[in-house]
C-alpha cells in the first residue's frame, strides 16, 4: 500500500522532507551531495541521482522539490539539458546520458535561513567548516550573540564516465563551486586530487576543502586553498569520493540574516 499525502508526496517522501527541514540544516553542519547510482554508465543508460545529506559520507535521501531546486542538468561535450524531475521522486530523477565522455550532472538548490540560538552555538558549527575567522568577526562588529539568522544554499556537482570515452571536470557556472582539475577515472591510485575553488567564477582562497572516501569517512584528507583557489589533496583511496567546502560573508540584507554561506561538494569514482 502507498499513501499518498495531500501535497502529493507518498509516506516515504514526507518522511524524508521532515528529515531534511528538522535535521540535517547546516547547523548541523552536514554535507549535501549527489549520489548517483552508477558512476560509469553505458551510452543512452539512464543513471538514478539520488540527493543526500549527512556526515562523512553517509546520509539520508530526500525527495525531489522543485520549489528548492533552481538548476538541475547536465552538462556534457554537447552542452546543458535540463533534467526532468516529479516532485517528491526519490531518487530525485533518472536521467539518461546519451553522449561519451564525462557528464557532469550540476544541482543549485535555493537559499534557505537557518537560526543558531547562541554564539557559542554558531561558533562551534563555522569551526567545524574551518570558518573561525567568521566567529571572530561576529565578536568583533558586536552583532547579537543569540538568534543568528544565516542563509544558505547548496551546490552540488557529480562526474559520469559514459561510456569508453572520458574527460576533465569544467567550471559550469554555480555561484560557488569545486573544480577537480583532473581525469577522475584516469588518476591513479597514489596521484593527488587537484581542486580549485571558484566563487562567482573567481579564485577564493582559504576555503578548508575536504575530501571523503566511501571505504574511509572518518578520515577525510583536507587542505585550504591557496590565492588561485588551488589546493592538493594527497592520501585520497579509490573508490567513491566526497570532496566539499564551504565559504562564509556578510548577508547582503541585514533585516533577512547576519551571515549568507555557500556549500559546495563534487562527487566521483576514481579508479
Known amino acids: 500500500m502507498r499513501f499518498i499525502f495531500g501535497n502529493g508526496l ?22 549535501f551531495w549527489l549520489d548517483p547510482v552508477n558512476y560509469t554508465p553505458k551510452v543512452g543508460a539512464s543513471v538514478p541521482i539520488v540527493q ?45 546520458v546519451p553522449n561519451a565522455g564525462l557528464s557532469i550532472v550540476v544541482y543549485q538548490r535555493a537559499a534557505d535561513v537557518v537560526v543558531h540560538e547562541t554564539l557559542e552555538r554558531f561558533t562551534e558549527i563555522v569551526g567545524i567548516e574551518g570558518l573561525e575567522h567568521i566567529a571572530t568577526q561576529h565578536r568583533d ?10 542563509t544558505y544554499a547548496r551546490y552540488a556537482k557529480a562526474l559520469l564516465k559514459v561510456g569508453n570515452a572520458s574527460g576533465t571536470d569544467r567550471a559550469v557556472g554555480l555561484p560557488f563551486e569545486l ?15 587537484p581542486i580549485r575553488a571558484l566563487l562567482d567564477g573567481k ?21 585550504r586553498t591557496d590565492d588561485d583557489g ?11 569520493v566526497l570532496v566539499s567546502g564551504v565559504t562564509m560573508m556578510r548577508a ?17 569514482k576514481r579508479p
Open 179 to 193: 573544480i577537480l582539475e583532473a581525469d577522475p577515472y584516469a588518476l591513479s591510485a597514489s596521484a593527488v586530487l
Open 10 to 31: 507518498s509516506l516515504t517522501a514526507a518522511l524524508a522532507v521532515l528529515f531534511l527541514t528538522s535535521a540535517v540544516l547546516p547547523s548541523t553542519a552536514h554535507e
Open 203 to 223: 579564485p577564493v582562497a582559504n576555503v578548508l576543502i575536504k575530501a571523503f572516501n566511501r571505504a574511509d569517512p572518518n578520515m577525510p584528507r583536507q587542505a
Open 252 to 268: 547582503a540584507d541585514p533585516t533577512i540574516a547576519l551571515w549568507t554561506s555557500l556549500w559546495a561538494s563534487l562527487t566521483f
Open 230 to 240: 588551488r589546493v592538493q589533496l594527497t592520501g585520497v583511496p579509490a573508490g567513491e
Open 141 to 150: 562588529l558586536n552583532l547579537p550573540a543569540t538568534g543568528i539568522k544565516e
Open 52 to 96: 543526500r545529506t549527512g556526515i562523512n559520507f553517509a546520509g539520508d535521501s530526500y525527495p525531489f522539490e522543485r520549489k528548492m531546486s533552481q538548476r538541475f542538468a547536465i552538462v556534457d561535450g554537447r552542452g546543458e539539458r535540463a533534467i526532468k524531475a516529479v516532485e517528491g521522486d526519490d531518487p530525485a530523477a533518472e536521467p539518461k
